[in-house]
């Protein structure tokens, strides 16, 4: 079992034609529109509602900011790498797949899911080990959009990307030695993202699988971003060049 925690997630989570909650905990004296909203969509989809201390919910979820609402949800459920590739948005005018090689820190992982998500990607394929996992951490800080948006836990990203080329993907890898110039996006329309860890960048066999090398102009006396940051404009990049089209 799982916890959910945080408005927004819960939220998304309740939304869901398929819930998959057990029971929905709110804070005693937490009042107010959205937490009304909240109780209402539990109980039409029969999911009971129980009112706990505040005290009781830290003691329940840790050292969460959890903002006086949590629910019990099944484990998390992984995707496919193939039901990434067929996961393309409606609105989306090309395939993009991220490939995470590394990213141990939650609310990165969460936040790239959330850009990934509200840019159009497929979905996302991490490690299964030297990353980190969903988990209720990485749902809040993803907003609600982990539930929307397709993670694939992979043995061997390597051949992950072997794959993606056999499909017709290209391989671009984020390194700041790479191409600044993302016309380079413009005459492909599947392509496979690949960011490196917080600390040591992309390892060394998968950024061999790399077709290109893509980097961000800089202009300022620091030259590196967060990876979430950078994976969000490096995203928006390639979806802003097919919409050109």
Partial sequence: MEFIYGINPLKEALKREKADIQNLFIAKGRDGEII????????????PVFYRTR?????????????????????????????????????????????????????????IIRTGHCFGVNGLNIPENRSAS????????????????PVATVINLARTIDFLKQQGFWIYGADASGNADHRI??????????????????????????????????????????VSVAAGIIIKTIVSKWDEK
């Fill in 36 to 47: 009304r909203e909240l109780i209402t969509l539990a109980l039409a989809k029969g999911i």
């Fill in 55 to 111: 005290e009781e919910l830290d003691r329940l979820l840790g050292n969460t900011i959890h903002q006086g609402v949590a629910a019990v949800c099944c484990k998390f459920r992984y995707a496919t790498v193939d039901e990434i590739v067929a996961h393309r948005p409606k609105a989306a005018k090309g395939d993009l797949v991220v490939l995470l090689d590394g990213i141990t820190d939650p609310q990165n992982l969460g936040a």
């Fill in 134 to 149: 969903l988990t209720a951490s990485v749902l809040k800080a993803s907003a609600g959009a982990m539930l929307h948006t």
């Fill in 185 to 226: 996006f413009e005459q492909v329309s599947r392509v496979a993202l690949v960011m490196g860890s917080e600390g040591k960048g992309i390892r060394p066999l998968v950024r061999k699988k790399c077709d290109y090398l893509v980097s961000i102009p800089m202009k300022g006396e620091i030259n590196s971003l967060n």
